[in-house]
């Protein structure tokens, strides 16, 4: 039986799930994810039909943004396509629209790839999904964003965020790891990485000044929470009333092993993560050059783990290449994998 991620958005259904439970009279948890679930559905079955040229068509990742306004018809109207001008209705559609340019120069100057499918498909957004939908969902097709409740989450229009779904879609198209147990935390690690680097390369931001949180911004000022996830510190990145606390590991001793989230793919994905920023932060440099050359590499080259790796397989295949990308650096490497409980060989 294979697992894809259809079912989850950026905030992952145990997730909803469990704040659901903490905040009975928030609504808008549950009702996320029954549409989060509607929409998974949606996409196996309908191509509506304003998509059906701008997916099926090989191009350049032409940016193709829509405006909800507030109802749950996709992809909407037309907002913002690529070339036109500001788009005043919804100021946040000018967001979508920079920050699916910022992936797109992202994965075409630092991956060398024409788009998430290396075919140039288009980088579609629908925004102002909905009323207080608490989440920003990858279908393999588009992009859509909720303005969340308001009152635990302030946007999802957050380039990390966009980053982050959008990297599911490299990893679809390359080594396809599978949603389950260590090979969907490989595959949520990777959107982690892919989508906090997209930030540091546009801010031009070194390793060891970045902020290394995935999705800062994402919770209202009375959340006690700087963002979804933190991949220098893993299990840090909220603990507040209305969400009880970041349930990440930063350490094969503390791996989760139960069968919630397909076994902790956005739980144990911060061993990995952290592993990433240790040693992004020891080669002091820039993570999005030789750091990352390295993960791609593990990830999307010819040279990749298959779809069912474990920690360890990843792990080894990153020595490989940066046996080749930067020799020098092995024993940093080495070492990051170490301080997380992963022993590779130098
Ligand atoms: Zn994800």
Request: charged share 20%; net charge negative; glycine share 10%.
């Amino acid at each position: 039986m294979t697992h894809n991620r259809n079912f989850d958005g950026f905030i992952p259904a145990f997730l909803l799930n469990r704040w659901a439970r903490l905040n009975p009279t928030n609504l808008s948890l549950l009702a996320t994810l029954a549409k989060t679930q509607a929409l998974a559905l949606d996409s196996q079955t309908t191509l509506p039909a304003a998509l059906r040229f701008a997916v099926l068509a090989a191009g350049q990742g032409d940016r193709r943004i829509f405006d909800c306004m507030e109802s749950t018809r996709l992809p909407g109207t037309r907002a913002r396509h690529e070339g036109d001008g500001e788009y005043a209705a919804f100021p946040l559609v000018n967001d979508a629209y920079e920050f699916h340019g910022d992936v797109r120069r992202f994965l075409t100057e630092v991956c060398k790839r024409n788009s998430l499918d290396n075919k140039g498909m288009d980088l579609i957004g629908s925004v102002n999904y909905d009323r207080g939908y608490n989440n920003a969902y990858f279908n393999q097709r588009q992009m859509v964003y909720g303005n969340g409740d308001q009152v635990i989450f302030a946007r999802f229009i957050i380039r990390s965020i966009v980053g982050h779904e959008m990297f599911h879609g490299v990893t679809h198209n390359t080594s396809g790891l599978e949603y389950q147990g260590q090979s969907g935390a490989l595959n949520e690690s990777f959107s982690d990485v892919g989508g906090v680097l997209v930030d540091q390369f546009i801010g031009n931001i070194k390793a060891s000044k970045a902020d290394w949180l995935v999705g800062p911004g994402l919770f209202m000022p009375s959340v006690n929470g700087k963002a979804l996830r933190s991949m220098i510190d893993p299990g840090s990145a909220y603990d507040d009333d209305k969400l009880g606390k970041d349930p990440q590991p930063d350490h094969m001793d503390r791996i989760f092993t139960g069968w919630e989230d397909n076994g902790g793919v956005h739980i144990n994905s911060g061993i990995v993560n952290k592993a990433f920023a240790l040693f992004a932060i020891a080669m002091d440099g820039y993570a999005f050059e030789r750091p990352f050359a390295i993960w791609y590499a593990a990830n999307c080259g010819e040279d990749r783990v298959g779809a069912n790796a474990t920690f360890q397989d990843f792990a080894d295949k990153t020595m490989v290449h940066c046996a080749k990308i930067a020799p020098r650096q092995k024993n940093n490497l080495k070492d990051a994998w170490q301080q997380v409980g992963i022993t590779v060989a130098a």
